[in-house]
């Protein structure tokens, strides 16, 4: 089994979650849990997101794991901080 399926699994998607995950974004399948996956998960967590939150956010919009940390992901959430928008209500 793929490193990123037994990593979906591990962080509490049921096995039909994972089934359309992959079919939304099958570029899933190719990302490195420990360059990737993990370090993106823990960003949301720092960001706000319970760990009951973020396999909602994966199952929801698996894409997110497609994009860069540093140059996407930070700056946005960066920029909703700036123009006022509150961590509770990002997160």
Same mark, same amino acid.
């Given at each position: ?5 037994? #990593?979906?699994?591990? @962080? =509490?998607? +049921? &096995? !039909?979650? /994972?089934?359309? %995950? *992959?079919?939304?974004? $099958? ?15 823990? #960003?949301?967590?720092? @960001? =706000?997101? +319970? &760990? !009951?939150? /973020?396999?909602? %956010? *994966?199952?929801?919009? $698996? ?15 960066? #920029?909703?901080?700036?123009? =006022?928008?509150?961590?509770?209500? /990002?997160?």
């Amino acid at each position: 089994m793929k490193p990123a399926v037994l #990593w979906l699994a591990e @962080v =509490g998607l +049921s &096995n !039909d979650l /994972i089934a359309k %995950v *992959i079919a939304k974004y $099958p570029s899933l399948l190719g990302c490195s849990v420990e360059e990737n996956l993990k370090p993106k998960a823990q #960003w949301l967590s720092q @960001v =706000g997101l +319970s &760990n !009951d939150h /973020i396999p909602k %956010v *994966i199952a929801n919009m $698996p894409q997110l794991f497609g994009y860069s940390l540093q140059e996407k992901m930070k700056p946005t959430v960066q #920029w909703l901080l700036d123009i =006022g928008i509150g961590q509770e209500k /990002i997160a």
